[in-house]
C-alpha cells in the first residue's frame, strides 16, 4: 500500500520501498485497484463516506501475504478503524473481508524487522539525521525503536537526539487545517527542536508529518530537508541515490 | 464572579487569540513540563502501574455497568449513617437544593472545598443570585475567583497565571472579599500563600456552612472521599456546622478496597506525588465532631446522557486527575480557556459534548476537532480512557447530526474524495490533473536541498495550510503512472 500521499505527492517514497524490499528479496506488487486507506474520512467524522474506500482497500490487497505500507499512520487506520467502518456499513461481508485484510498490515519498519527480522538492510547515507517518532507509529501501533535500529545500522549515518522526540508535530490531517493556528504553533515548537540538533536532514515514517514540519522548516529557510525512512534505507551512495 | 463560559466562541478562534498571548505560552509549557516530568517519575516507581490502570477501568466498568444499584446502596448508607441525599436532574435541581439548605439556616455565604461538579453546574452563579456569597478557598480557585477570571485546568484552574500577576490581583482584589494583602506583598509564593492563608482564616472560622464536592463516594458505607493538598478542604469539611456535597453520580464505587486502586493511582496521575498531603472521608454525621447536619446532592447533570453512549461511556471513568491536560500539546499552547468549559483538554473535549450532547452548538461540535490524535492523553490516562477513539467517534456524531441540509464545503470534499478514493482508474485521473498543475506551476516556488520544489502561499482554500507553512510542488508523474510506465520499476 504506497497510500494516497505518497502516490500522489510523494513517488519517490513509493519508488524506494520497492527498491529496498527487492533487494531485500521480496516480491513486490503494487495493486491497481488501491487508492486510500479512508483515514481522512473516518478522523474528520465521515463515517458514510468511508464505507466505498474501505470496500476498495479490502477488495485490493486481498489475497497478499503482506500489505507493507510506508505510513504508521495509515497502517493504524487499516489496523484499528476499517472494522469500525466495517461495522457502521451494516454488511457481514465487509466485516469478514476486513478481518482478513486487517492483521495482515504492516508498517514499514515492523515488516523488515518483525517479519523479514533484518536491521542492517545494506544501506549507506553518509549524513547527520534526526529522527521524529510520529504518533500513530508510537502509539498507536507501537514501533518502538525499530526505525532507529534500522537507521543506526545504516553506513556513515549520524543519528543525533531529537529533543522532546515524542510530541506530536501537529499535522493531525485535517486538523492542520481545522485547527491551523494550532497545529502551526505545534509544529513550530518541533521544527525550534529539529533546527537545534544541527542535523541535516529530519527523517519520519508519515510522509503527511513531514511534509507539515518540512513546510515550516522550508518557509524558515532552515535548510533542513526532509525524508522518509524509505528513502534513506533504500540509498546506497553518498548522495541518496538508490543506484 | 460574573466571568462564565457561555457564549464561547468555537475552538479554533478562540485557541487563536490564545495562542498570539506570549505570556500564557509561557506560563503553560513552563507548568505542565514540570508536572509532567515529575508524573513520569512517580509512575515509573511503581512495578505494577498498567496492573493498576487496568484495575481501575474495570471497577469504573463494573460499577457503571450496575449504577442503578451501586447508588441506591450508597443513598441506603447514606442515609443509614444521618445523611440527607438528594437527587438532582440537573444543574438548575442541584443549585436550588444547595440555596435551600443554605436558606433554611439564615446564611448570607457559604465557603467551598474545590470541587469540578459545581463549577460545571456554576453554582456560584446561583447563589449569587439568591444573595449567598459562595467563597472559594482553594488556593488557584481563590485567584481566579478574585480575579474575575474562569478556570483554565482541572487541578490547577490558575495555571494560566504566575506568581507576579497573582500578586497584583491580591493587590487590587482581596480587599473587596474581605481581609485585604498587605501593602508591601512580594510575588514569593510563601508571602503569597499567607496573604491568602490569612484572607482565608477569616472565612473559615466564619462560616457557618460549607460545600463540597466529591473525589469518590463508598456505596457500602456511605463514604465520600475528597482528596486534596492544601487542606483547606479539610477545614471546610470540618469547622461549618452544616455541610452539602455536590456529587456526579459516576463518583461512586462499591467498596473501601476498590478505593484503595484509585488512591494509588489518582496522586500519582494528577500532581506527580507518590500521595496526597490530605484524604478527608466522612459518613453523615458523627455526633459532636464536625458538621451534624450533612447533604448529599447526587448530580446527573448529562451523565446518563453519557452512559447511553456506547463508546462515551468510557469518559465516566474519568477521575479528573488532569493527567491528560498537561501531556496535550493543543492543551498546552491554548490552554483551557479555549475549550469553553470547567472542563478543558482532551478530557473535556470529550465530556462535554458527551454531557450536553453533539449537534447542540458549534462551541460544543467543535470541541471533538481540538486534537490531532496523537494519543498522548490515552497513554497518560490512569484509568484508560481510549479518548482518541471517543473523539473520532463523536466526530462521526457531529457529521451524523448535521446530515441532510445544506452540505457544507467539507461534506462536498468528503463526498467528491469517496468518489475519487472509489477505484483506482478515478485517483489515477485525479493524480494526472494534479501533476498537470505541477508541471503548469513549472518553476514556481523554490527548490530544497535535495532537489524538491516547494511552492509558498496559496490563494483560496489552500491559504490555511500556505499562510505559514511551504507546500511541496505536485510531481509531474504519481507512483501509480510511474509503475504503469516502467511495469513496477522493471524498464526505467
Known amino acids: ?64 501475504d503482506a500489505v507493507v505500507t510506508p505510513s504508521g499512520s495509515c497502517a493504524g487506520s487499516a489496523r484499528h478503524q476499517h472494522a469500525i467502518v466495517a461495522r457502521r456499513s451494516g454488511d457481514p461481508g465487509l ?49 518502538g525503536d525499530r526505525p532507529t535500529r534500522l537507521l543506526k545500522a545504516v553506513r556513515g549515518l549520524r543519528l543525533v537526539d531529537l529533543p522532546q522526540a515524542e510530541e506530536c508535530c501537529g499535522f493531525g490531517g485535517t486538523f492542520a487545517v481545522k485547527n491551523a493556528d494550532t497545529s502551526v504553533a505545534m509544529g513550530s515548537d518541533k521544527a525550534r527542536h529539529v533546527r537545534g540538533t544541527g542535523a541535516e536532514v529530519l527523517v ?26 524509505a528513502e534513506i534505507l533504500a540509498s546506497v551512495s553518498d548522495n541518496g541515490d538508490r543506484k | 464572579m460574573t466571568a462564565t463560559f457561555v457564549g464561547m466562541p468555537a475552538f479554533p478562534v478562540a485557541a487563536r487569540a490564545a495562542l498570539a498571548d506570549t505570556q500564557l505560552r509561557a506560563n503553560l509549557a513552563h507548568a505542565t513540563s514540570t508536572i509532567r516530568a515529575k508524573r513520569l517519575k512517580v509512575v515509573a516507581e511503581v512495578d505494577d502501574w498498567e496492573q493498576l490502570r487496568l484495575a481501575g477501568a474495570a471497577i ?64 456560584n452563579e446561583h447563589l449569587a443570585a439568591e444573595g449567598i456569597s459562595a467563597w472559594e478557598t482553594d488556593l488557584a480557585e481563590l485567584i ?6 474562569l478556570p483554565s485546568h482541572i487541578l490547577v484552574p490558575a495555571i494560566h497565571r504566575n506568581r507576579a500577576e497573582i500578586r497584583e490581583i491580591f493587590l487590587e482584589h482581596m480587599a473587596a472579599a474581605g481581609r485585604p494583602a498587605p501593602d508591601d506583598l512580594s510575588d514569593e509564593p510563601a508571602k503569597l500563600a499567607e496573604a491568602a492563608r490569612l484572607h482565608l482564616r477569616e472565612k473559615f472560622l466564619r462560616a457557618k456552612v460549607g460545600v463540597s464536592g466529591a473525589n469518590f463516594a463508598v456505596a457500602d458505607s456511605g463514604t465520600l472521599v475528597v482528596v486534596e493538598s492544601e487542606g483547606n478542604g479539610r477545614m471546610c469539611l470540618t469547622l461549618p456546622e452544616v455541610l452539602v456535597s455536590v456529587v456526579g453520580i459516576e463518583k461512586v464505587v462499591p467498596t473501601w478496597s476498590d478505593l484503595d486502586v484509585f488512591l494509588q493511582l489518582l496522586p500519582r496521575s494528577s500532581t506527580g506525588e507518590r500521595m496526597n498531603p ?49 501531556v496535550c500539546p493543543v492543551y498546552e499552547r491554548t490552554g483551557g480557556h479555549a475549550y469553553g468549559s470547567v472542563y478543558p483538554g482532551p478530557i473535556g473535549a470529550i465530556l462535554n459534548p458527551l454531557l450536553k450532547g453533539v449537534g447542540t452548538t458549534a462551541q460544543t461540535d467543535s470541541l471533538p476537532y481540538a486534537s490531532s490524535l496523537c494519543g498522548a492523553c490515552f497513554e497518560a490516562c490512569p484509568v484508560r480512557i481510549d479518548i482518541p477513539s471517543v473523539l473520532v467517534d463523536l466526530r462521526a456524531q ?36 494534479s501533476g498537470l498543475v505541477g508541471r503548469l506551476l513549472g518553476r514556481a516556488g523554490r527548490t530544497l536541498p535535495g532537489g524538491r520544489r516547494m511552492l509558498g502561499r496559496l490563494p483560496g482554500p489552500g491559504a490555511a495550510w500556505s499562510d505559514a507553512r511551504d507546500l511541496p510542488q505536485p510531481p509531474a508523474e504519481s507512483f501509480r503512472a510511474w509503475w504503469k510506465r516502467t511495469d513496477g520499476g522493471r524498464h526505467e
Open chain 2, 398 to 433: 457531529v457529521v451524523d447530526a448535521h446530515r441532510g441540509g445544506m452540505p457544507k464545503p467539507e461534506a462536498l470534499a468528503m463526498k467528491a474524495a469517496a468518489l475519487t478514493f472509489g477505484s483506482g482508474a478515478r485517483l489515477g485521473a485525479a493524480e494526472r490533473a
Open chain 1, 204 to 229: 519520519a515514517g508519515d510522509n503527511s508529518c513531514l511534509m507539515h514540519v518540512g513546510g515550516l522548516l522550508s518557509r524558515q529557510r532552515s535548510g533542513v530537508r526532509v525524508m522518509h525512512l
Open chain 1, 95 to 143: 466485516a469478514a473481508a476486513v478481518a482478513e485484510t486487517s492483521p495482515k498490515v504492516y508498517e514499514l519498519s515492523e515488516f523488515l524487522v518483525d517479519v523479514l527480522g533484518v536491521e542492517d538492510v545494506g544501506a549507506s547515507f553518509p549524513h547527520t539525521v534526526a529522527y521524529h517518532p510520529t504518533c500513530h507509529s508510537l502509539r498507536m501501533l507501537g514501533v
Open chain 2, 60 to 123: 469504573k466498568d463494573n460499577t457503571l455497568l450496575h449504577l442503578d444499584e451501586h447508588l441506591l446502596r450508597l443513598e441506603e448508607s447514606l442515609t443509614a449513617a444521618g445523611a440527607t441525599v438528594h437527587w438532582a436532574r440537573d444543574a438548575a435541581e442541584a443549585s436550588a437544593v444547595v440555596a435551600a439548605v443554605a436558606k433554611s439556616h439564615g446564611v448570607d455565604e457559604v465557603v467551598k472545598v474545590k470541587s469540578m461538579a459545581t463549577a460545571e453546574i456554576d453554582l
Open chain 2, 278 to 326: 490530605y484524604t478527608s472521608t466522612w459518613s453523615g454525621v458523627e455526633q459532636g465532631d464536625g458538621p451534624q447536619e450533612v447533604h448529599v446532592v447526587l448530580l446527573d447533570n448529562g451523565r446518563t446522557r453519557a452512559l447511553a453512549d456506547e463508546v462515551g461511556r468510557q469518559a465516566l471513568r474519568c477521575i479528573r486527575c488532569s493527567a491528560c491536560l498537561n
Open chain 1, 1 to 64: 500500500m504506497v497510500t494516497c500521499v505518497n502516490d500522489a505527492m510523494f513517488p519517490e517514497t513509493g519508488k524506494a520501498v520497492v527498491t529496498l524490499l527487492r533487494r531485500l528479496g521480496v516480491d513486490v506488487e503494487f495493486p491497481e485497484g488501491q487508492t486510500c486507506c479512508a483515514q481522512p474520512m473516518v478522523n474528520t467524522g465521515y463515517l458514510d463516506e468511508a464505507v466505498p474506500v474501505v470496500r476498495t482497500f479490502v477488495s485490493a490487497f486481498e489475497g497478499y
Open chain 2, 144 to 149: 481566579v475567583q478574585l480575579g474575575d477570571d
